[in-house]
């Protein structure tokens, strides 16, 4: 069974930072895209971070210059470490896989259950 | 203010048929990036319920489907039912930000 599991959530002070950790099990990890994507309280989903099979690294506007997306293939893992927080970086955070033939028909076909970051003093 | 917009809400009666609209631009949708949906039911994470603009993941009923023509896509539910209360998502590719965009999100209402 195709699984993601998310951890690494808490409270954090706005400045500070926080490590998360996504994985994965079922399936060939390092051949697949996978993204991080969060859902502020009471609000939509929100594209943060893409790390590509490949290497490649995306990230949205918001996010860039102080979060960094990566990933171990050997440990079937994607991580996520966010400095700098504030309290609009407060929301669940999903790890989800993508699948599709290039960018512009990618989707997000399997979802972890997320974990919360909450950022306040 | 989501790249791509839906309504907020939208209701119907058990056994109707509901749309959902999702309006893009020329550097998503009219780009010709394929429009995803998403459908999260509540304390849940979202689950993909049409994938490359008209396609259904197995185990999802052909009471749902999809379909896109120019800067807009749409989600159609026919034969509403209870179980179909939830929120629902866009989801597409943006050229010019070089990432994945999604909608507002659009909440349906079962009266």
């Known amino acids: 069974e195709v699984q993601l599991l998310e951890s690494g959530g808490g409270l954090v002070q706005p400045g500070g930072s926080l490590r998360l950790s996504c994985a994965a099990s079922?399936?060939?990890?390092?051949?697949?895209?996978m993204s991080w994507v969060r859902q502020a309280p009471g609000k939509g989903l929100e594209w943060v971070s893409y790390?590509?099979?490949?290497?490649?690294?995306y990230y949205v506007d918001s996010v860039r210059g102080r979060f960094t997306i990566s990933r171990d293939n050997s440990k079937n893992t994607l991580y996520l470490q966010m400095n700098s927080l504030r309290a609009e970086d407060t929301a669940v955070y999903y790890c989800?896989?993508?699948?599709?033939?290039?960018?512009?028909?990618?989707?997000?076909?399997?979802w972890g259950k997320g974990t919360t970051v909450t950022v306040s003093s | 203010q989501s790249v791509l917009t839906q309504p907020p809400s939208v209701s119907g009666a058990p056994g109707q048929r509901v749309t959902i609209s999702c309006t893009g631009s020329?550097?998503?949708?009219?780009?010709?990036?394929?429009v995803h949906w998403y459908q999260q039911l509540p304390g849940t994470a979202p689950k993909v319920l049409i994938y490359?603009?008209?396609n259904r993941p197995s185990g999802v009923p052909d009471r749902f489907s999809g379909s896109k023509s120019g800067t807009s896509a749409s989600l159609a539910i026919t034969g509403l039912q209870a179980e179909d209360e939830a929120d629902y998502y866009c989801?597409?590719?943006?050229?010019?930000?070089?990432?994945?965009?999604f909608g507002g999100g659009t909440k349906l209402t079962v009266l």
């Open positions: 989800a896989k993508q699948r599709g033939r290039q960018y512009s028909n990618y989707y997000m076909d399997v």
């Open positions: 079922g399936f060939t990890f390092s051949s697949y895209g």
């Open positions: 790390s590509g099979s490949g290497g490649s690294t």
């Open positions: 020329s550097s998503n949708i009219a780009a010709g990036s394929d």
């Open positions: 490359g603009d008209n």
């Open positions: 989801q597409s590719y943006d050229s010019s930000l070089s990432g994945w965009v």
